[in-house]
């Protein structure tokens, strides 16, 4: 049977149920003669009657019933499942995929979704943490958290971060017996911790600056690690300079535990921002996410 006689069997199981045309006519919001149209003209294709009709009384036959108590249960459950879908379109629930730095995630997402979270219980968010710049189309992610100028031109971007300053720190121990840089090229004369970028499959160039002047500096150490958390640790173990956000380091640095290097070429990024494709269609649940990770006004 073609589909479009599925509106045809929908008409029949309102007659069967209602056992009246008249009944039925007006649930279905057709004329009575339209629906007796429909109902003859359903029982010629299949080649069997459905209904037994006197001038009193409309009732299934036994082929009819036989149709009745099969399809009708199958079309309660594609009612219930399109009730289910809908839902997702008038309650927030659903599951959000993020991608994000490990920075980012930590000293942005979270403590913004530990307040965010028990308020949506049917709301579920999952963070993927990598350096990599992801297509987040591709790789099926709702939202993906990046630094302001690494966001691709048509996506949609909400700052959620101030800017965000960069610095290079080193462990006392480690500068006692080196004399600490003076110039961006001496840091190649350095054990440097580096970050690998899995995008590019080489490791970051640090970028420095000072007035008008930039520098990238690829430099060279014993360790490497794809995360900002790894490199601080390793700098605080004495294993040498590392380049990391400032206000992850600034806790260590007040302490004495870490000294700032080369302060004076510290440069400063666009701070971070989500993205996403389109605002068409946007999810309750996205929108709401949205709206809790974005950056208040004011505090730019």
Known sequence: ????????????????????????????????????????????????????????????????????????????????DLAEVLAFRDQPRGTIRITATDYAANSVLWPRLLTFLPQYPDIKVEIMTDYGLTDIVAERYDIGVRLGDQVAK?????????????????????LKDRPAP????????????????????????WELSKGDTEVQVRVEGQLTFNGAYQMLEAALAGFGLAYIPEELARPYVASGRLVWVLEDWFPTFPGFHLYYPSRRQSSRALTLVVDALRLSKGAV
């Open 1 to 80: 049977m073609a589909r479009d006689s599925y509106n045809d069997l929908l008409a029949f199981l309102a007659v069967a149920r209602e056992r009246s045309f008249t009944r039925a006519a007006a649930q279905l919001g057709v004329s009575q003669s339209a629906l007796s149209h429909t109902i003859r003209a359903l029982e010629t294709r299949l080649g069997v009657r459905l209904l037994t009709r006197t001038t009193r009384s409309v009732a299934p036959t036994e082929a009819g019933e036989r149709l009745f108590n099969s399809l009708a249960p199958r079309f309660e459950e594609i009612d219930a």
């Open 154 to 174: 048509d996506m949609i971007a909400v700052r959620i971060a101030p800017d965000m300053r960069m610095a290079i720190v080193g462990a006392p121990g480690y």
């Open 182 to 205: 003076e110039t961006p090229q001496a840091l190649t004369q350095h054990n440097c911790i580096n970050l690998r970028l899995p995008t590019h499959g080489g490791c970051y160039a």
